[in-house]
């Protein structure tokens, strides 16, 4: 009996819920129907052409809204076209992203060389005049661009990494880079006229740093491929940019502190060890302080209990955290570096401002494993991850995003307003260009020797050690930062000799863009997979 009622009670069960079913799907496509147009309309909107004709409307109705506000709110002088400061910076950037999209879609060439071509092509034609506070006001866009490229930099260093290096990517950090830089400022200090041996080194630095910018999506691409990963070159030249980039910028550093520093031969001399000392104990301190200001995500979700009764999202407890890190670490970078320059020690600022984000990211690193290991039995109700880790880990990654995103929005103010100092009229006569040419092939020439001695041994074979010199030569990134703070502490602490060879300091860099930024591109490119094993 009781057998055929569950049986009974079973066989309705079933007959309602196809009904229920049945009935779903009726009023399902009902509603399909009726909204049937409404929704082939929307899909037929988010097709490619269409996403991409929104997308383009997206920015011409965003750059339309800035230039109106900008008309608006500030004088016509400003905005005048084509001699308005505010609107030459206006459509110098503008014109300098569009043609760094441009040149990437069409010849697949790095988005710096089409917005260094845009700000030549602007300064040179008239369309670019810069006075009064605006011309200020471009130095302080620089240092700000200046000051991302240096967290960036700290952020990426890992100090377990660094221990681990083996001594093929020490040598290959230093020799090349040191051997570079001694080899075009001896020959600048012989070859350009009126050019001091202290100028030289500080142009040789400005020239021996590898371009980030270049190297390492190309490195990427090849790594996606499965190139150089049996013998993983790949990871030896991504680490390697680093560390190459924070020497030159901290020599950069050291020698503009020599040049303009007042006062004796003995006090210029000791200039470099000063603000070596300033900069290391300023970056040390303010690390430090950021590793525990603010508190830790995880510190801050202890308690389940309390987020239930405020009510608090997780995600926007991580999301404060993120935003507090990345303004003190970009705001006190910043500060360093304009700040140094105020009190008279250049050199100190750059590097308190990649010691400073490296001590910080390997700091909240460190917090996260210490945390991971003494709480590793936090259920998963406790919070709705595995455990404290993973937030402080997705914080901490969080800080280098803002940074790249920082990043591309500035990347049209390093190398669209460096190509404005490029001025046809130095190069009328040709002869700067030659001796430019001559200076940085000898640097070259030295790094590539110096480059094949450093790896020669290390268990590459000649195409490997083919592939790293080629791969050791765009320059871009740190060329773009460097050169025009040079001429614009010359033009405020200098004389006029000091603005001269800062000119030719910047002439010569931008030379040094325009040719290996795209041997470079192309060279790892085109030669990656001809030269190294593919594993996959």
Same mark, same amino acid.
């Given at each position: ?189 012989? &070859? ?5 041996? =202290?100028? #030289? !080194?500080?142009? @040789?630095?400005? *020239?021996?740093? %590898?371009? +980030? ?60 060890? &000063? ?5 290391? =104990?300023? #970056? !040390?301190?303010? @690390?430090?302080? *950021?590793?525990? %200001?603010? +508190? ?76 991971? *290991? ?163």
């Amino acid at each position: 009996m009781g057998d055929r009622n569950s049986s009974k009670f079973g066989s309705e069960l079933h007959h309602n819920q196809d009904d229920a079913r049945v009935q779903f799907t009726d009023n399902r496509s009902a509603t399909d129907l009726s909204g049937g147009d409404t929704m082939a309309s929307a899909s037929c909107c988010d097709n490619r052409l269409p996403a991409t004709a929104a997308n383009v409307m997206a920015a011409i109705l965003a750059i339309a809204i800035a230039w109106t506000l900008l008309y608006v709110n500030v004088s016509p002088e400003l905005m005048a076209i084509p001699r308005g400061s505010l609107a030459s910076i206006f459509v110098l950037y503008v014109t300098g992203t569009v043609a760094g999209q441009l040149i990437t879609k069409v010849g697949g060439l790095p988005p710096l060389l089409g917005m260094m071509l845009a700000g030549i092509a602007l300064q040179n034609s008239g369309l670019y005049n810069v006075t009064g506070w605006c011309f200020h006001l471009v130095s302080t866009m620089r240092e700000a661009a200046l000051t991302v490229i240096l967290v960036k930099g700290g952020l990426e260093l890992n100090a377990s990494q660094l221990r681990r290096l083996s001594g093929v990517v020490a040598r290959l950090t230093v020799l090349p880079c040191v051997a570079e830089a001694v080899a075009a400022g001896v020959a600048a200090y012989f &070859i350009l006229p009126n050019f001091s041996l =202290v100028w #030289g !080194l500080t142009l @040789g630095f400005t *020239l021996s740093a %590898v371009s +980030p910018a270049v190297l390492v999506p190309s490195m990427f691409r090849l790594k996606r491929l499965g190139y150089g990963e049996e013998k993983g070159i790949n990871t030896l030249l991504i680490a390697a940019s680093s560390l190459d980039d924070a020497v030159s910028i901290s020599a950069f550093g050291i020698l503009l502190g020599v040049l303009f520093s007042k006062g004796s031969l003995t006090s210029k001399i000791i200039q470099g060890p &000063i603000d070596v000392a300033i900069g290391t =104990v300023l #970056g !040390l301190i303010w @690390g430090c302080v *950021l590793i525990f %200001v603010p +508190p830790s995500p995880w510190a801050m979700i202890y308690n389940k209990q309390e987020i239930k009764v405020q009510n608090i999202n997780k995600s926007e407890i991580e999301n404060s955290v993120t935003v507090k890190r990345s303004f003190l670490l970009g705001a006190g970078g910043f500060l360093a570096v304009t700040g140094s320059q105020w009190c008279g020690y250049p050199g100190a600022g750059p590097l308190a401002c990649i010691i400073s984000a490296f001590v910080a990211g390997t700091g909240w690193r460190k917090r996260s494993a210490e945390h991971k *290991l003494n709480n590793s039995v936090i259920s998963t109700d406790e919070m709705d991850r595995e455990d404290g880790e993973e937030i402080e880990e997705d914080g901490e990654l969080a800080v280098v995003q803002v940074f790249e995103h920082a990043w591309t929005c500035l990347q049209p103010v390093l190398f669209a307003f460096i190509g404005t100092d490029l001025k046809f009229e130095l190069l009328k006569n040709g002869n700067m260009v030659f001796l430019g040419l001559i200076v940085l092939a000898f640097g070259l020439v030295i790094r590539l020797m110096v480059t094949t001695c450093s790896v020669a041994g290390s268990g590459f074979n000649r195409k490997e050690i083919l592939f790293i010199n080629i791969a050791w030569l765009p320059k871009a990134t740190v060329q773009a930062a460097l050169a025009p703070v040079a001429l614009d502490i010359a033009r405020n602490l200098g004389t006029a000799e000091d603005v001269e060879c800062a000119t030719r300091l910047v002439t010569i860099a931008v030379i040094s863009i325009l040719l290996t930024a795209p041997v470079g591109a192309f060279g790892i490119q085109l030669f990656g997979p001809k030269l190294l094993h593919r594993t996959r």
